[in-house]
Nanobody, 121 residues
Framework: QVQLVESGGGSVQAGGSLRLSCVVS????????MAWFRQPPGKEREGVAR????????HYANSVKGRFTISSDNAKTTVYLQMNSLKPEDTARYYC??????????????WGQGTQVTVSS
């Protein structure tokens, strides 16, 4: 069974940075595609960034392009999200998940607990 443990969230002022981590188990990490999603208050969950094996191809939502960077460490089965130049509209609960490569579709109907990011103006 896939397990996802997100961490690294917090409260920052606009313009600040955070680095999120997601430790993954129960999934062929080195051959699979991973993504970060977020769910702002009162809104639906949306894809933010995804990464394809072997971790060299990435894709970003337009809203975060140029500010966020997704990366992965196969030895640690961990995917990261470096978030710079944060804006209040980035406030959301952030989740990672294995996806089917080429889109945002989940491989498993399962989410971790997520990590909260709050950006104040």
């Amino acid at each position: 069974q896939v397990q996802l443990v997100e961490s690294g969230g917090g409260s920052v002022q606009a313009g600040g940075s955070l680095r999120l981590s997601c430790v993954v188990s129960g999934f062929p990490f080195s051959n699979g595609c991973m993504a970060w999603f977020r769910q702002p208050p009162g809104k639906e969950r949306e894809g933010v960034a995804r990464i394809y094996p072997p971790g060299t191809s990435t894709h970003y939502a337009n809203s975060v392009k140029g500010r966020f960077t997704i990366s992965s460490d196969n030895a640690k089965t961990t995917v990261y999200l470096q978030m710079n130049s944060l804006k209040p509209e980035d406030t959301a609960r952030y989740y990672c998940a294995p996806i089917w490569c080429g889109g945002w579709s989940l491989q498993y109907n399962h989410w971790g607990q997520g990590t909260q990011v709050t950006v104040s103006s």
